[in-house]
């Protein structure tokens, strides 16, 4: 059975069944998708073929002639009909239809190990789908989950480190103004007294500058307000946007939910990492060490961050914004 699908009035395969359920299973194919195959006297949507489950069992049909008439309205890109009969040039390859960066010219030749090949020919069933966006970015040393690449522990201390250097320099102004006064640091060592510290650092701002102060609350929330907007939007805070890497969900491997990107893995860790470092920096330095060395052990580079929230940290792909549709 060859098997077509569309997106955007754009189609590609032909390709297996056994090809279809594995992008049906890693998302790369969604339920909103069309799809056509013989026995077919239109293009349906995949989800009511299935169900709405992410695996095609069809029915026993007869296999008739293609009916080419039937496999309108998708965009012919000239470099495509190039290469192939005037008949193939509507098929296009699952790079360009999933919006992904073609493959160079040079391997054409090689297009049915891709998969982007015309119809009549059948793709060969051992070809991994769900490895076509991976593939380009990962390396022998690198760790490969489904489609995507796991970041190295040494990118995730660095995207940490930097996004610690920021927030120094947000404060910067405060620090440097109060290196000019004389601060009794004793104040701040007993941690059974903690009222005491406070009230002693309310006495230091009181003292310091009103422009100075309103300098550092400005850098500090517009550098807040900066992190959580990258983080929203790319589930990347500066520091993984500089070492491109980005915070996924561990079963979809795309933007987790609000709940776990804001709530969970920022303010609450935000929390927890303020009272740790509150009571002494020693222990906070140990937590934060304690996760890495976690998610180096892992196999999936899971740290107790990622345990809470349920997700990954991996190399960053435009791919992974792509938000999947809701089964209805």
């Known amino acids: 059975m060859q098997i077509f699908l569309a997106r955007n009035n754009v189609q590609a395969g032909p390709y297996t069944l056994d090809q279809l359920n594995i992008m049906l299973t890693s998302g790369e194919v969604f339920l909103d998708d069309l799809i056509w195959h ?27 002639e293609v009916n080419d008439s039937i496999i309108n309205n998708v965009t012919v890109f000239p470099e ?12 296009v390859s699952l790079d360009r239809l999933y919006g992904k960066p073609e493959r160079p010219k040079d391997n054409a030749k090689n297009a049915k190990v891709d998969m982007t ?30 489609n995507v690449v796991l970041a190295p522990i040494m990118s995730r201390v660095l995207a940490t480190a930097l996004n610690g250097l920021l927030y120094l320099l947000a404060i910067f102004p405060l620090v440097l103004a109060l290196t000019k006064m004389d601060v009794d640091y004793s104040k701040f060592q007993n941690i059974q007294d903690m009222d005491t510290a406070y009230q002693y650092s309310m ?12 300098i550092s609350q400005v850098m500090v929330f517009g550098l807040f307000a900066l992190q959580l907007v990258f983080i929203t939007l790319r589930g990347q805070s ?36 303020n009272l740790l470092f509150s009571f002494t920096s020693f222990l906070g330095f140990v937590i934060v060490a304690i996760h890495y060395y976690m998610a180096s052990k892992s196999p999936q580079n899971i740290g107790w961050h990622d345990k809470l929230a349920k997700t990954l940290v991996v190399k960053a792909d435009s791919s992974q914004l792509v938000k999947q549709p809701k089964v209805k």
């Open 38 to 64: 013989d026995g077919l006297d239109q293009w349906q949507r995949v989800g009511n073929l299935t169900n709405n489950q992410r695996a095609y069992r069809p029915a026993n049909i007869s296999s008739p």
């Open 203 to 214: 006495t230091l701002m009181e003292s310091l500058p009103s422009s100075t102060l309103m």
């Open 117 to 146: 090949s015309n119809r009549h020919h059948t793709p060969h069933n051992n070809v991994s789908l769900d490895k076509t966006a991976t593939n380009k970015k990962s390396t022998a040393k690198d760790k490969v989950v489904g």
């Open 80 to 91: 495509d009909a190039e290469t192939s009969s005037a008949k193939d040039g509507k098929s």
């Open 238 to 273: 500066l520091g993984k946007l500089i070492t491109g890497i980005r915070v996924v969900d561990q079963n979809t491997h795309r933007l987790p939910s609000f709940l776990k990107l804001i709530g969970t893995r920022t303010l609450l860790l935000f929390i927890i990492y």
